[in-house]
């Protein structure tokens, strides 16, 4: 299960301390402008080092395009991209091998496979996410010519008991970017900043919340039944390993869920995008919600662990709801046309 997708499929490969990382894309479409910048800023964005409130662990996250584009456009073919290890500490995860971490996966694993990669989490590490961030640019790159007026943007929307106010339409990756917990939210920012900063310090962490805000849907986007646009988006936000739970709808949805009928849909908006498992012409509106990071204590304190991952996954949410639409749209495109 290292695939993702249906017409458009991501295949993962690599782990946290092994000697790359990397994504396999088949079914983009021919002609897809394409360059290895695009990937590599999109990988910036998601890489350790990026502030004080994040990972110490110093990677450039260099990406190499093996394969399936040829002068900066995208030839139909497997596009296979990787990027390198360049700073493993596995020795500090020698005594990993008899004890399992709390929190972690190390246990299941152990006994689901009898055999395992104990350096940093193997594949259960949160590096792996830097193949989804690949393959999530790809989808953008092909939905960019497609559907211009798609637009898909991400922020961190709560930090422990911290929550931001729901930022006004028109929101950019620009302005997410502006603050290194990648908040809108200049009356709260600052201080889950500090938060961060303090839980790091104690060797403790913070989880949160990540809101995903999608305009110029088309209309019918989807598939009935079984590939519902929430269902689908749903596995994809769950298949991150940091995330505990997916919201559909407004962010005070579960303010509004206690509302009599009349008054719930009484609001355009009160749906979050989706009708009957299709887009309804709406923003699509989305929450996923973070548990705080298991690496704690004296182990937490070596600054190679992020004491909040939210403001580093903004990016993977992003890759992962692209995914899932460029998947939808290649699905809507292939249904034959009824007058």
Known sequence: MNTFGSLFRLTTFGESHGPALGAVVDGCPAGVPLLREQLQAALDRRRPGQSTI????????????????????????????????????SGDYDKLKAEDRPGHADAVWRERFKHRDHRGGGRTSGRETLSRVIGGTIAEAYLARDLPSLSTVAYVSQVGNLVAQVPSPGLTRALVD????????????????RRILVAKEAGDSLGGSIDVRVEGLPVGLGEPVFGKLKALIAQALGSIGAVTGVLWGPPDL?????QPGLAFHSVKDAYGGVQGGLANGEPLQVRAYFKPPATLAEHAKGGRHDPCIMPRAVPVLEAMVSLVIADLVLQMNARPHTP
């Open 54 to 89: 994040t990972t110490a662990r110093s990677e450039p996250d260099t990406v190499e395009i093996l394969s399936g584009v040829f002068e900066d456009k995208t030839l139909g073919t497997p596009i296979a991209a990787m990027v390198r290890n360049t700073n493993q500490r």
């Open 254 to 258: 579960l303010e509004r869920i206690g």
């Open 178 to 193: 502006a603050h290194p917990t990648r908040c809108p939210d200049a009356s709260v920012r600052d201080e889950m900043s």
